[in-house]
């Protein structure tokens, strides 16, 4: 069983950064790929930012330049910097994890991810 648990959440002004972890317990074989999603009311859960085993990374369009996705093996702990926000990145941002073999990501499907964190709420305000 893994257990996912993001932090670092948070009100901000646009134009300000946050940075957001999400900390491993559990088996950490299960955790090869990784992601970051987010859901905001009314919406549909969309991917932010995915990393692989092997380190590869791939962000959404509406992030990129804005949002690095990062982990510490060692710390078993993965993270977001987010910069540059805006009002539209208000949102739940949840942590998800997946067993994977060789090199690459996930991508950005929720439904690849059978691992998922509770959340943590970031909000923007211009």
């Known amino acids: 069983q893994v257990q996912l648990v993001e932090s670092g959440g948070g009100s901000v002004q646009a134009g300000g950064s946050l940075r957001l972890s999400c900390a491993v317990f559990?088996?950490?074989?299960?955790?090869?790929?990784m992601g970051w999603f987010r859901q905001a009311p009314g919406k549909e859960r969309e991917g932010v930012a995915a990393?692989?085993?092997?380190?590869?990374?791939g962000v959404a369009n509406s992030v990129k330049d804005r949002f690095t996705i990062s982990r510490d093996n060692a710390q078993n702990t993965l993270y977001l910097q987010m910069d540059s926000l805006k009002p539209d990145d208000t949102a739940m941002y949840y942590c998800?994890?997946?067993?994977?073999?060789?090199?690459?990501?996930?991508?950005?499907?929720?439904?690849?991810?059978?691992?998922w964190g509770q959340g943590t709420q970031v909000t923007v305000s211009s």
């Open positions: 990393i692989g085993k092997d380190g590869s990374t």
């Open positions: 998800a994890a997946q067993r994977c073999y060789g090199s690459g990501t996930l991508g950005l499907r929720a439904s690849a991810y059978t691992f």
């Open positions: 559990g088996y950490i074989d299960s955790t090869g790929c």
